[in-house]
DNA sequence: GGAGCGCTGTATCTTATGTTACGTATTTTG
DNA sequence: CAAAATACGTAACATAAGATACAGCGCTCC
């Protein structure tokens, strides 16, 4: 059953057109807030048109906008009145434990929050597909995420490349790329130039984009197929990429699992490294 | 001092005219809803006229409607995501979200748990110290978490070096530790026998080290002058990194405040990259 | 009890928001 | 590779929203 409108929308994110998808990311991602805005705010926010966030409204089975808002509200509404589920916290840690936990567990749970058992899936089966070749990247301090998750896929599945160093060396690599094969990139903010250039490029010859970003998604999310928007506030002079890690280390777990049931042959000799 | 527009109202609701005190106590009654309706549904709530509304916002410091919407948003933002309210009812997110993310967040606490203040106090003390060299080096699957440690770092003091490529390299290395310098090492299961020469070599060059392992303890933690001792059992093939990465974001954290506290030139262009 | 002041609502106007139609670009399919 | 179908954005449109002017009413104070 669906009881809320971000169900509704993971629900259908997979069968909606790149501009809606974008649309539909953009709002999970700074949920509800943006969808009470007004069309052009909320298409700016997207970096699409207004007409396509009426589409995307529509698809979702609103008469118009306004009623998409009225339910927005109405949902809203009874979040903010429900039993104040606060102070919930186990209170094992003590609470005063460290801001920064705390913060990072919060991270964490409003991260999976936003982030549908399907979607996950949806990236597990893709990232297990066997047809292309699967290249990882990242930015300054998010490249050891994708070193993590390369270390991992490569022992499992074949053609699994990490793409380091210099930006020539892996621009040179695009050759290689094409419509079979997926790119996972790591970009928070500050976002960088030469990985959008290189996504924007990458997406040109039809490569199928996994982006791992934060809450206000990087450029790079307009050539993405699929988007995980982490949480990465922490009360600290930097970022946290913790919530994208445990994302990251969901998803390993998950593409094992899927191959592992497909009975790929190189999964058993995992055994003999445990 | 004034943080939210409920107080704002609640300071000003005496001197207002009746109706622009139902409107108050309407707001007030269902806050912050009603506000980011229309002004007819707000008047027709309130039982009282459009102008009446837009007099009431007017009172209350507010050039326009829009604008006073606006303002309600961005404080339902930062209370949206403020970890105090947070609401994540069990029912929704709760236990069934992800086995993989409950694992891992309860690995958190309990990692924690075993970790105090001053401890982390300490290594974050040791690591700001000036003396000498840091180098950070990890294993098959850890080696990220070094580098990510390692980019931060480096760029809040310098001499900062992550050990890369094979053994043979870093091996070599040694001949630059010693006495003042520090060797942050993670290693956790299956522990690697290359790391743990290097640390004993390390070690006997009077190297202090301080060792991210998994609860089990690495051999190596005999060598070791701190010990982190991070949960790493989840519901997957694999076992998880989240826990150290999480301490290691926490000792960036901490070290770059201990920086800042003591005035390190270096620190101030920080606040360019930002 | 009467005059003045202030608050409130009705009606009108203006703005900007949501909506729709259509041409172009892109993707999919045979 | 070609043709059809689908998706997207630009621009014009209609509508509903917020703002304003003005008149009526109640209240207070002399």
Redesign the pocket.
Known sequence: MISSIAELISDRIGT???????AAQTLIANYPLTGL???????TAA??????I??F?ARLGF?????F?SALQDELAAQLQSPASRTLDPSSTGGAASPMLEATLDNMRETFRHLTDKQLADIAARLAERRGKTFLIGGRFTDPLARYMAAHLAIIQPDVYHLAGQESIWRDRLIDMGKRDVLVIFDIRRYQESLVRFAEKAHQRGVQIILFTDQWLSPIARFARHVIAGRTAVPSAWDSSAALFVVAETLIGAVTRQLEAAGAKRIRDLESLR
């Open positions: 909606m057109p790149a501009g809606e998808r974008r805005k007004t069309v052009a705010e909320f298409s970096g699409v048109s207004s007409p396509t009426l589409r409204v008469q118009n906008y306004p009623e808002q």
